[in-house]
């Protein structure tokens, strides 16, 4: 018993009459309740300020879970925020103990913190160190999401990680699966619902096919596309000769040739006139023997087929005659003999056929007609070598609409796009049925450049036509996707489809982002459909470049093939970045009037002015490698989530 508590029984069991000491025992009675009131106030102190720090490390271990659960470096995040929000010198407190855990892996966190606080007053009534204990409880939960994923795959994001085996596109792989689990997770046991869509993006977007299921006729049926026209010359071949014409048939003769002359008989005659008188009539000429025929074809001066045939049948002839012979005349004959020749002559004028056949090419903007190509059908065109028909198929990526070729673009609530007249850089509105308001496929099989070569360089050709050109490059990205809920296989499948190629146009892959994301566009009824909680949505868009801005003039992307078709620029190369750079900026102001969050990763690159402009606020991040890019969507997954305390 303390000396204060004797001094009291006896002062309490006294029966003098002294009224000092009752005046000191009353004084002890109200000091007794005066420090028991500031005791129990400090208490309450320090119980408040516990309660404080113990929720500030359960929220901050509940935060820097990662898919590895709750681990040491979670529990380390925790205990470094609750040490930070309570001092306990600050209080005179001791033992201060903060206990940490987690049973489901990091997806809820409890604790129990509990300090001593040693009484100022009332310690001389004999009480000990008051114990303070608290219990708190963070967890994260997501509510109704859609999350638009805009990924830029070209073709950098092939490239290794600098000191690493892991390519860029694999770490992206790897940090979507992670901020998925992450999501999922949160939601797990709850009935909110979280959409995925997907804009991966190059020199183009792949969104025909969510076109093509809207309305056909959003895509333009002809569409003059930078190609080649095949020239064609008249080539006559030769295929044979008419029906022959026969001339008059000609007879001619040989000149004969005899035989000598031998007695016709035994009889001598005196004078001529008797012998002559006896002598019988010369035979007439008469076929003897059989005839021959022979040919020879000939081609005269008019390229006309001669056929000369010949007939030549031998004739014979007997002649009389009365010759003297020794002082008399005798009756003598000799045999004759020549050909009886017809010739006929026929003639046959050359036929030909006469075919177009390839001469050269003219490299020049041609007119194709885009009806059956944009719905995925087999077309075929004379593009092929030689102008050998080529059939191609459509990949899905596309032309944009028309626009305007400005310096700049600016966006307001107020005025909305300035300039006007772009109907690219339009999130919301459909087309109209002009063609200016409409999609282009882009054809990769037909698209080629003019081109000039100087001193072995090949250079751009601005001449229309041009007698040289070459292919030009063509890219097109995995097809993008509306919101959607998806399963772990569905969402990990669409990661590792994920291509990387192409050049980097941050501004396709933020207007078609938008497009899918609007509330208030084309897709606007899916994007409103309301989830079965009957709760609101939170909407977010995640840009992740690992480039800056670099369109190129000769390969073909949304807006054609710059250089030729200047649809951005006046002359398809000057200010072309300043000028893609000004509509993204344009864009992704106008997306954050939408209430749409805008989160912004540059991956293995610094952040660029434009990039940060685009962000959200505090809501941009560098990555470096790997590890900084699955932190930086783990970081948005989070903020994305709703990190509460629940006790």
């Not at 031998?262 to 008188?277: E, F, R, V």
């Not at 005349?329 to 026929?346: D, P």
């Not at 041609?366 to 944009?374: A, E, G, L, N």
Request: proline share 4%.
């Amino acid at each position: 018993m303390s000396p204060v508590t004797r001094l009291v029984y006896a002062l309490l069991r006294s029966r003098s009459g002294n009224i000092l000491p009752l005046a000191a025992g009353a004084i002890f009675a109200v000091a007794a309740l005066i420090g028991g009131a500031i005791d129990i106030s400090r208490g309450w102190r320090v119980q408040t300020r516990l309660q404080a720090a113990c929720d500030a490390g359960v929220l901050a271990g509940r935060k820097a879970v990662t898919t590895k659960g709750f681990d040491a470096a979670a529990e380390a995040s925790a205990a470094s925020y609750f040490n930070a929000n309570f001092d306990p010198d600050q209080f005179s407190a001791k033992d201060t103990v903060f206990d940490p855990s987690s049973a489901d892996r990091g997806s809820t966190i409890d604790a129990v913190a509990t300090t001593y606080l040693p009484p100022l007053l009332m310690q001389i009534f004999g009480f000990g160190d008051m114990e303070v204990t608290t219990r708190c409880t963070a967890s994260m939960g997501v509510g109704n999401s859609d999350i638009m994923l805009v990924l830029d795959t070209t073709g950098s994001m092939s490239s290794l990680l600098s000191g690493s085996t892991q390519t860029r596109i694999q770490a992206l792989r790897a940090s979507m699966k992670s901020f998925y689990t992450t999501i999922e997770t949160a939601v797990s046991g709850t009935n909110a619902r979280v959409r995925y869509g997907f804009v991966p993006y190059s020199s183009s977007v792949n969104v025909g096919h969510l076109l093509v299921d809207l309305n056909p006729e959003y895509l333009v049926d002809s569409w003059v596309i930078q190609s080649r026209k095949p020239i064609y010359k008249s080539v006559q071949t030769f295929t044979g000769y008419g029906t022959p014409t026969n001339g008059a048939p000609v007879a001619t003769t040989t000149n004969p040739t005899y035989s000598s002359w031998s007695n016709y008989n035994s009889t001598t005659y005196l004078s001529s006139g008797s012998c002559n008188a006896q002598k019988p009539a010369d035979t007439a000429w008469s076929n003897n023997g059989v005839a021959t025929t022979t040919s020879t074809t000939t081609i005269n001066g008019s390229g006309q087929q001669v056929v000369t045939t010949t007939t030549s049948q031998p004739q014979t002839a007997t002649l009389y005659g009365c010759n003297i012979s020794f002082l008399s005349y005798r009756l003598q004959s000799r045999t004759g003999t020549r050909q009886s020749v017809t010739t006929v002559t026929s003639t046959a004028n050359a036929q030909y056929v006469t075919t177009q056949v390839f001469d050269k090419w003219e490299y020049r903007p041609v007119t194709y007609d885009t009806s059956h190509y944009k719905q995925f059908e087999s077309v075929s065109t004379n593009t092929g070598d030689n102008a050998a028909a080529v059939s191609s198929r459509w990949k899905g990526c596309i032309e944009e609409r028309s626009t305007v070729s400005e310096d700049a673009f600016t966006w307001s609530s107020v005025t909305g796009m300035t300039p006007a007249g772009a109907e690219d850089l339009d999130i919301d509105g459909a087309p109209d049925g002009s063609p200016g308001t409409k999609w282009a496929p882009m054809w990769p099989e037909v698209v080629y450049i003019r081109t000039t070569i100087s001193f072995g360089t090949v250079y751009m050709n601005s001449a229309l036509p041009s007698a040289t050109g070459q292919q030009a490059a063509s890219y097109c990205p995995s097809p993008a996707q509306l919101f959607s809920s998806m399963n772990q296989a569905a969402f990990y499948a669409y990661a590792d489809a994920l291509v990387p190629e192409g050049g980097t146009y941050h501004d396709i892959g933020m207007v078609w982002g938008a497009r899918l994301s609007s509330p208030d566009g084309m897709w606007s009824g899916h994007v409103r459909d309301a989830p079965d909680n009957g709760g609101e949505v939170s909407r977010h868009l995640i840009f992740m470049t690992d480039g800056e801005m670099a369109p190129s003039y000769s390969i073909q992307s949304a807006w054609g093939v710059e250089y030729h078709d200047r649809r951005v620029t006046d002359d398809g190369v000057t200010h072309d970045t300043e000028r893609h750079n000004s509509r993204f900026l344009a864009l992704c102001n106008q997306v954050k009037a939408k209430g749409i969050r805008v989160w912004v990763i540059a991956f293995a690159q610094a952040m660029t002015p434009q990039l940060q402009a685009c962000a959200s606020d505090s809501s941009a991040f560098t990555a470096a490698n790997a590890s900084q890019l699955d932190t930086a969507f783990q970081s948005i997954a989070k903020q994305v989530g709703e990190l509460r305390v629940v006790q």
